[in-house]
DNA sequence: CGCAGAAACGCACGGTCGTGCTTTTATGGG
DNA sequence: CCCATAAAAGCACGACCGTGCGTTTCTGCG
């Protein structure tokens, strides 16, 4: 009776465990009868409802991107555009990297999927994941770009170097706080922001 | 009748492999079968070398970390301290964490195994990971300090601070080029090192 | 050369994995 | 309430994993 079947329902749940899971153990780590146990259904029942381990990869990886979009970059929509709104961004962002997002026990998802597939052979897992990091990317400038039209940043800045920069800073971030469990993570890397900020103002 | 025995020499060849396949697939990703076919022998006799999978994995990462530090952080000694020894040590970094080194063909395996371990409980192999790179982020402050000292870098610098940037610079390096496969992965981290050399230097 | 010890091998074990097949149970529109 | 259909379960398979044991081959000193 209800407007989402029971299919679709179950789905999603496992869609989300199945992405916590990634978080912690990678999408090649994740075993089906580890998620099936999760989820308290036998392995065949849950095999069903994605018919390859590896399509259960890609709609894992597919959710995230969702979810990431929804907490980190929508919501900066509502914010006022430009050196704002990027700061906005780095905020969330750190959140869903670090240990504030509860959907995400063992950090970003992406950070252990791209070490997982760096040096794999090219193959759909890989080349969804390599246009939805080009794409946050492209995305990061644009609103850098937003900056510079704003008059917050300077004219001549190099948006993209500046996207970059703020991935690898993430990264950095990632490293600390997870591997090394340093507590200055947080501190450390947004100080590193800040002296990119201020490089990227007009020379006053 | 060698000064060395044979079983020393196998070993040392087996460590060679299995450091070139950590990079690819990392420390867990090894197995003791590709391994030992890589190396035309058995499954047990290799085994024999090494009486698990976990001392497999130390030795190898203790063999890495003897080798980067004597492929990036000796050498660097011949070169005068301050500014242009952490300008050295950068590129020779590069070289290792890049498609140069061909001891390395899938990337830095300190890296990778970041990605594996940092999520897993205590155990000793993350444990002399963890050592290795605190030492190592130690020593990287340690070179920022000797340009302090010598007058190329302000005396107010955070040479921890430094260290870590620079350390965020290098994943964010290994991101760009082993999964984005970008071509302008090492221009932008080299200027983003610029940048903060710039940030560095003493406000003239 | 001879022979003790090292090195490598062959083989098998218990375990886990992804994946199909058949069967049972639950769902929900008519 | 019925019954077609969806959802979940049970079970087995082949493959691969790390590891141990007994045996065979090689190495290199006396």
Chains 1, 2 share one sequence.
């Not at 906005?88 to 999927?113: E, H, K």
């Not at 591997?179 to 450390?188: F, G, K």
């Amino acid at each position: 009776m209800g407007v989402v079947s029971k299919g679709e329902q179950t789905r999603e749940l496992a869609l989300r465990e199945a992405l916590a899971q990634s978080s912690n153990v990678g999408l090649q780590g994740i075993t089906i009868g580890a998620l099936a146990d999760s989820l308290g259904m036998s392995k065949s029942g849950l095999f069903a409802h994605f018919r390859s381990k590896e399509q259960l990869q890609l709609d894992v990886l597919d959710f995230a991107g969702r979810m990431f979009v929804a907490r980190v970059f929508t919501p900066a929509l509502d914010v006022s555009s430009g050196e704002p709104r990027l700061t906005f961004i780095v905020d969330r962002w750190l959140g869903w990297a670090g240990f504030a997002d509860y959907a995400l026990p063992g950090g970003c998802v992406f950070v252990t999927a791209a070490r997982e597939f760096d040096d794999e052979p090219d193959g759909p897992v890989r080349d969804l994941l390599v246009t939805q990091q080009q794409e946050w990317l492209d995305t990061l400038a644009q609103v850098v770009r937003g900056g510079v039209r704003e008059g917050h940043f300077r004219e001549d800045a190099d948006v993209d170097q500046v996207a970059y920069d703020i991935l690898a800073l993430m990264l950095g971030y990632h490293f600390a706080v997870r591997l090394l469990r340093d507590e200055r993570a947080d501190s450390r890397t947004r100080r590193a922001f800040e002296r990119l900020l201020d490089d990227l103002r007009p020379t006053s």
